[in-house]
């Protein structure tokens, strides 16, 4: 089946310890993205890859890295957590080009910061 | 810089009433325009893109260059139609989805 998966599903730390959320796509698409969904603001983009090795800043990068080693693999890390980080996540995948209009997304992760 | 509005927070009708959830944009481009939904406990997914001018759902939408506006209609609403509904442009060139702050749509019996 093809689809996004991320992980964990639910997270609650604390404040400054360093922390990984997976995502993992199977349909062998070149661009990634992570987004986070508040109240009110509705997603906004973290950070983006357009492919192995290229990555580059969304509307709201700070306090966030990713890194793109693998096609299928785009982990978002949190190396200092702060209580404005929580905040629902959403791993995103496309292809590229003109034809790949829709962008798939994962479940979502809930990550709360006390 | 490239924006997308929607106006209502929450959109509360009976079932069976018309429903519109207002969509603006600006961009001084060609921009492609989305509705995507996000229905109770699941992820979001696509419901419908201009270009295709399909009705998904019983949903409709027409890009308005004019008026930079892509509202989404349905004649009849259903209570299953109860979500979260944001409207996303995507620049000419570029795969990044800009997205407005969503609109809850809430269809009583």
């Known amino acids: 089946e093809a689809q996004v998966t991320q992980n964990p599903r639910y997270l609650i730390t604390v404040t400054g310890k360093k922390l990984t959320v997976t995502c993992s796509q199977n349909m062998n698409h070149e661009y990634m993205s992570w987004y986070r969904q508040d109240p009110g603001l509705g997603l906004r983009q973290i950070y983006y890859?357009?492919?192995?090795?290229?990555?580059d800043k969304g509307d709201v990068p700070e306090g966030y890295k990713v890194s793109r080693k693998e096609k299928r693999n785009f982990p978002l890390i949190l190396e200092s957590p702060s209580p404005n980080q929580t905040s629902l996540y959403f791993c995103a995948s496309s292809l590229m080009g003109a034809s790949s209009y829709e962008q798939y997304f994962g479940p979502g992760t809930r990550l709360t910061v006390t | 810089a490239q924006r997308v509005t929607q106006p209502e927070k929450l959109l509360s009708v009976f079932k069976g009433a018309p429903v519109e959830l207002k969509c603006n944009y600006s961009y001084s481009g060609s921009p492609e325009l989305f509705w995507y939904v996000q229905y109770s406990r699941q992820r979001l997914q696509l419901l419908l893109r201009?270009?295709s001018r399909e009705s998904i759902k019983g949903f409709t939408a027409d890009l308005n260059k004019g008026e930079t506006s892509f509202h989404l209609k349905k004649p009849f609403a259903q209570e299953e139609d109860s979500a979260m509904y944001y409207c996303a442009l995507r620049t000419l060139g570029f795969q990044k989805l800009v997205f407005g702050t969503g609109t809850r749509l809430l269809v009583s019996p």
């Open positions: 890859s357009m492919n192995v090795e290229v990555t």
């Open positions: 201009h270009i």
